[in-house]
Every structure is written in structure tokens, then in C-alpha cells.
Nanobody, 114 residues
Framework: VQLVESGGGLVQPGGSLRLSCAAS????????MSWYRQAPGKERELVAAISSDGGSTHYANPVKGRFTISRDKAKNTVYLQMNSLKPEDTAVYYC????????WGQGTQVTVSS
């Protein structure tokens, strides 16, 4: 199993970023996929999750209405579109494959600052 995140960077408050997580080594369409984040000095927290068929999504309250999770079966990729970014969104963002055993990507840094 391999999960490779990309798309992080530095953005001003109010800006947007789209994170990608390219998955390989398993049947992508069979598993729930999630995005988590971890800010300095804080515990890792769930940001958003999407069902195996993409028909159901869940968002943490702080990001509802601003972030959108999606997945592309053909590309084995899960995305996180982040709009109206705030300084408190600054964190390392991780992709996770759920299952009997969880797998994590290496993370991508998102910094929201003017």
C-alpha cells in the first residue's frame, strides 16, 4: 500500500488549495478514504472522509462548507478541495486508507498566512 499526498503549500487567508492523494497497492474502490491534519502541538484530527463508492461524505465541523472531499476511481486518487482557508487550517495534512489495518501517507504541509 502506498499513499502519496501532494498539493500543499503557502496560501494567504481566504485562498484555496487542492490536495491530492495518489493511492496504489490495493483495490482503491473498496475502501473508505479520509483526510486528517495535525497542527504543531496538537493531536491529529479527522478533516473529512468519503465512502468507498464516493456516495457519502463526512466533514469535521471546523471545515464544513469550506472543504470538499472527492475521489476518482479511474485515477485511484482522493482529493481535498480547500476554500476560504484560515490561519487555523495550518497543519500537515495526511491521507488515510481505512481497513483492518490503517495506512497513512507521508503528509503535505499547508500553511495559511499573510
Amino acid at each position: 500500500v502506498q499513499l502519496v499526498e501532494s498539493g500543499g503549500g503557502l496560501v494567504q487567508p481566504g485562498g484555496s488549495l487542492r490536495l491530492s492523494c495518489a493511492a496504489s497497492g490495493f483495490t482503491f474502490s473498496s475502501f473508505v478514504m479520509s483526510w486528517y491534519r495535525q497542527a504543531p502541538g496538537k493531536e491529529r484530527e479527522l478533516v473529512a472522509a468519503i465512502s468507498s463508492d464516493g456516495g457519502s461524505t463526512h466533514y469535521a465541523n471546523p471545515v464544513k462548507g469550506r472543504f470538499t472531499i472527492s475521489r476518482d476511481k479511474a485515477k485511484n486518487t482522493v482529493y481535498l478541495q480547500m476554500n476560504s482557508l484560515k490561519p487555523e487550517d495550518t497543519a500537515v495534512y495526511y491521507c488515510k486508507k481505512s481497513g483492518v489495518r490503517d495506512y497513512w501517507g507521508q503528509g503535505t504541509q499547508v500553511t495559511v498566512s499573510s
